[in-house]
Nanobody
């Protein structure tokens, strides 16, 4: 499974960005795709996750501001980020989970920088 993340950039506080995670390769029975982020000096944390059953969950810090959704026809999962804050600054990664084999796949990161 290959995951291609894109859409990061520099934005002012209060602005918005949309990240994309395009999946290719052997994507059969991928059970969930999630977005994680890692700020300098901090551990990687879950931001949002969507399952194949379209259930979603979010970190408390982004609830009401971020939305994760998918386009099945494009094998792409998006993270719409609104009302961005400087504390959202991080490298964002997408990952995919395949429960049948306990496999986890990671894409490369995309930098999001929010200026105050």
């Amino acid at each position: 499974v290959h995951l291609q993340a894109s859409g990061g950039g520099l934005v002012q506080a209060g602005g918005f960005l949309r990240l994309s995670c395009a999946a290719s390769g052997s994507i059969f029975r991928i059970n969930a795709i999630g977005w994680y982020r890692q700020a300098p000096g901090k551990q990687r944390e879950l931001v949002a996750r969507i399952t194949s059953g379209i259930s979603t969950n979010y970190a408390d810090s982004v609830k009401g501001r971020f939305t994760i959704f998918r386009d099945g026809a494009k094998n792409t999962v998006y993270l719409q980020m609104n009302s961005l804050k400087p504390e959202d600054t991080a490298v964002y990664y997408c990952n995919a989970e395949r429960l049948a084999t306990m496999a986890v796949y990671w894409g490369q990161g995309t930098q999001v920088t929010v200026s105050s």
